[in-house]
């Protein structure tokens, strides 16, 4: 079993920037893919930002060049950096984690993140 638990979500102005964690424990597996996704009320949950064991990423293209994705392995922690938000980004942000050979995905709780002033 992987738990996984997020961080660094709040209250932010237009413009602003927050840093969002995501801690992994349990069973880990050195090959695996995390990624950040959000979901706003009454809209499906979108992916934000992915990472693989290798370091690859991979981004939504309304973040490109605002959200940055990153990893400590030493930490078994993703982060999301987030910059110039805006108040279209607000939503709950969850971590989700897949890791080889298992099939079934880990989510996080989620972090509310919301932009406004």
């Known amino acids: 079993q992987v738990q996984l638990v997020e961080s660094g979500g709040g209250l932010v102005q237009p413009g602003g920037s927050l840093r969002l964690s995501c801690a992994a424990s349990?069973?880990?597996?050195?090959?695996?893919?995390m990624a950040w996704y959000r979901q706003a009320p009454g809209k499906q949950r979108e992916l934000v930002a992915s990472?693989?064991?290798?370091?690859?990423?991979n981004y939504a293209d309304s973040v490109k060049g605002r959200f940055a994705i990153s990893r400590d392995n030493a930490k078994n922690t993703v982060y999301l950096q987030m910059n110039n938000l805006q108040p279209e980004d607000t939503a709950v942000y969850y971590c989700?984690?897949?890791?080889?050979?298992?099939?079934?995905?880990?989510w996080g709780q989620g972090t509310q993140v919301t932009v406004s002033s």
């Open positions: 989700k984690r897949n890791q080889w050979p298992q099939v079934n995905d880990y």
């Open positions: 349990g069973r880990l597996s050195g090959i695996y893919t």
């Open positions: 990472i693989s064991h290798s370091g690859s990423t």
